[in-house]
């Protein structure tokens, strides 16, 4: 009785699911045949009552009538999953043109600054670094500009809240603090120099930013002059400008040096005519520089007048400004790609 029972459930499970054209009636099908309140459910849930000989026969056929209708249904599944597969969606046109990948690039002062260290490598010269958040000491103490200097003023800065307030801190104004801090630690003979970032309270115009880029160099021996200046200098522009620049070197103060000077080049902008770039003089001002005073060799410990050197801080914009003939300091850090992108 049981027996023909599993083989009818058997036989309309086979025959229903051969039909099915969809997986929603496949699976339909698959609720009503081995669903838990299915006919053939209920029977191997019966199985438990029935006795020895009886159950193991009805259990084997209802097991191999259930693996029947399993099979069925997994290969109607499969080739309704096939016929529904929808290979028009799935084309790859391979001669479609691909996404242009696009990656990013240095930005123009680090490209200028990575220059920069490249020439006066090859020239000898070690590169040393120092904090952007500097101690009023190293800033301008040291550097022999005393607290009621009027030479302070000229580089009004941003002064931080001492926490100790026995020493005042400031966003370095110059690279010069690094003079100090590389003296500090070594001995003559020696030429280094100190690119980084730093900060004045300005007002900002075509020439000036309140957050800039100097780059400092030192070179202390026994017998360095301004003509040792001059020919680095020289040697320098032509290497960085691969062109001849017209340099002027006039008379300037800094408490740090003596003598000292402003350094002038040619503007590359307007060839020396007259533009924004340079304020209409022709020509910009690059750094100021000069032979080391004396006060600044005591402040690190070193005896006065047993060495002698010569030291200069210049404008990283304003370089990249005459390499590159933008007439705008403030482009750099205006965040606007449509100039970072034209490097
Ligand atoms: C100084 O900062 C001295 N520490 C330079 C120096 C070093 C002199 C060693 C002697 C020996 P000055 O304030 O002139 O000097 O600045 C040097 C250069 O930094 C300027 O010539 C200019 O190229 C650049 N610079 C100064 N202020 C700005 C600014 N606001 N924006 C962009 N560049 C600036």
Redesign the pocket.
């Known amino acids: 009785m049981l027996n023909e029972k599993i083989a009818k459930i058997k036989e309309d499970a086979l025959a229903e699911i051969s039909l099915a054209e969809s997986l929603e009636v496949a699976t339909e099908l698959r609720i009503k045949y081995l669903g838990r309140k299915s006919d053939f459910v209920s029977i191997l849930k019966g199985l438990k009552d029935l006795e020895g000989e009886e159950r193991k026969n009805v259990g084997q056929l209802a097991n191999v009538a259930k693996i029947e209708i399993e099979n069925a249904f997994s290969n109607k599944e499969k080739e309704l999953k096939e016929k529904s597969f929808d290979f028009a969606a799935e084309k790859i046109d391979v001669t479609m043109p691909a996404k242009k990948m696009t990656s990013g690039h240095l930005h123009p002062l680090s490209r200028i600054q990575y220059e920069i260290e490249d020439i006066f490598t090859s020239m000898g010269f070690e590169i040393a670094d120092g904090p952007e958040v500097e101690t009023e000491f190293y800033n301008f103490d040291a550097l022999n500009i005393p607290k009621d200097h009027p030479a302070r003023d000229?580089?009004d800065t941003f002064w931080l809240k001492d926490e100790d307030k026995n020493e005042k801190v400031v966003m370095r104004t110059?690279t010069?603090d690094v003079q100090i801090r590389y003296m500090e630690k070594h001995t003559p003979p020696f030429r280094i120099i100190a690119p980084g970032r730093v900060f004045?309270r300005?007002s900002t115009d075509t020439?000036?930013?309140h957050t800039?880029h100097?780059f400092?160099a030192l070179m202390v021996g026994d017998d360095i002059t301004v003509g040792n200046l001059k020919f680095m200098a020289q040697q320098f522009f032509s290497k960085f400008f691969k062109t001849d620049v017209e340099i002027r070197l006039r008379p300037s103060y800094?408490p740090?040096?003596e003598p000292?000077f402003e350094f002038d080049i040619n503007c590359l902008v307007c060839g020396g005519k007259g533009c924004s770039s340079c304020k209409w003089a022709g020509w910009l001002?690059?750094?100021?520089?000069?032979i080391v005073n004396q006060n600044v060799f005591e402040a690190v410990g070193y005896p006065r007048n047993k060495y002698k050197g010569f030291?200069?801080?210049?404008?990283l914009?304003?370089l990249a400004m005459m390499k590159y003939k933008i007439d705008d300091?403030r482009l750099f850090h205006s965040g606007d790609l449509r100039f970072i992108k034209q490097f």
């Open positions: 000229m580089q110059q010069s004045r300005e020439t000036h930013d800039f100097q400092e800094f740090f040096t000292s001002e690059l750094g100021g520089a000069g030291a200069w801080g210049f404008g914009e304003r300091v």
